[in-house]
């Protein structure tokens, strides 16, 4: 009815020029501030600083938690990065039938040829296979002095000098015994050499061979420096035809007496070349022999006609 009055909650405030809104004006809220005058809504007070929410007592145990799972991730990461390791726990993987393209491929590649080493002062000398051949030269080579067309004409070797060991002696000529086995110098002549004079004229075709002894009772002999020559060194060889030829040392070994590398000692060769022999090892003392024998390979670099 239009006398009735609309009834109002107990607590409701009356309405007030102070509580009651203006036309057009919105009731107070955190978006829309009571306007100057009005107070706003005081907040509930903190607590005081001796105390701390439940929060913030379970931050630091948070923290540490989240800290150690991060890094339990990323050790988890690494080790699936990790290759794998055969602890034997694993049945093994069967053997290949045939290499594969890369193992045969590599077959060969840290297989070294035999040959003979180039020696050298304090430098162990070993023995090569008894397959290898000759070692190559260590300079160019020269072609060969040509032959005697008789046995008159025939020239043979004088001397030999060896500036790196001091080597400068005569050269006389040796045989082969009753046994088959080469003979050398007399030893109360410790610094003559000796040229098997079945074997080539040195600088001429094919290998010639001159021996001497090491030391006599007497003490050291013509070639008891031989071992220290190496790759590269000089050895002159002067003839009876007034020829001089130069031959450079292409390597040196050291060979047992039981297993003495005679095809590369005394097997043809397509130059000129010159082996020089002498004792080395150890010495016995009952049979008065050497265990060993040192052996300089070399090739004929220069010749003076």
Not at 26 to 46: C, R
Not at 81 to 110: I, K, T, Y
Not at 284 to 304: E, F, G, P, R
Request: glycine share 10%; aromatic share 4%; hydrophobic share 30%.
């Amino acid at each position: 009815m239009a006398d009735q009055e609309t009834p109002q909650p107990e607590n409701a405030l009356p309405s007030t020029p102070e509580n009651t809104p203006m036309a057009g004006q919105k009731p107070p809220t955190p978006e829309n501030p009571p306007p100057s005058g009005h107070k706003a809504p005081t907040p509930e007070s903190p607590p005081s600083s001796g105390q701390k929410t439940p929060m913030q007592r379970a931050l630091p145990g948070l923290l540490i938690a989240g800290s150690l799972g991060g890094v339990g991730l990323v050790m988890v990461s690494l080790l699936s990065l990790a290759p794998r390791v055969d602890d034997g726990s694993q049945p093994l993987v069967a053997a290949q039938d045939a290499p594969s393209r890369v193992e045969v491929a590599n077959a060969g590649a840290f297989v070294l040829p035999p040959t003979v080493g180039p020696g050298g002062k304090n430098v162990p000398l070993t023995p090569a296979r008894l397959d290898a051949p000759p070692p190559l030269p260590a300079v160019p080579v020269v072609s060969p002095i040509p032959s005697a067309k008789t046995k008159t004409a025939k020239a043979h070797p004088t001397r030999i000098k060896i500036p790196k060991i001091k080597v400068n002696a005569p050269v006389g000529s040796v045989a082969l015994d009753a046994k088959g086995r080469l003979g050398t110098p007399p030893l109360g002549k410790p610094n003559q050499t000796g040229w098997y004079k079945l074997s080539p004229v040195p600088g001429e075709l094919g290998p010639s061979i001159i021996n001497g002894h090491v030391a006599t009772r007497n003490g050291p002999a013509v070639f008891d420096r031989l071992r220290e020559l190496a790759k590269g060194d000089q050895i002159y060889v002067y003839r009876s035809d007034g020829k001089v030829t130069r031959f450079t040392v292409s390597g040196i070994e050291q060979a047992g007496k039981t297993s003495f590398p005679t095809q590369r000692v005394y097997g043809n060769t397509d130059n000129s070349q010159l082996r020089l022999i002498t004792c080395g090892g150890v010495y016995n003392k009952t049979t008065h022999h050497y265990t060993d024998n040192i052996v300089v390979y070399a090739t004929l670099s220069k010749k003076k006609t």
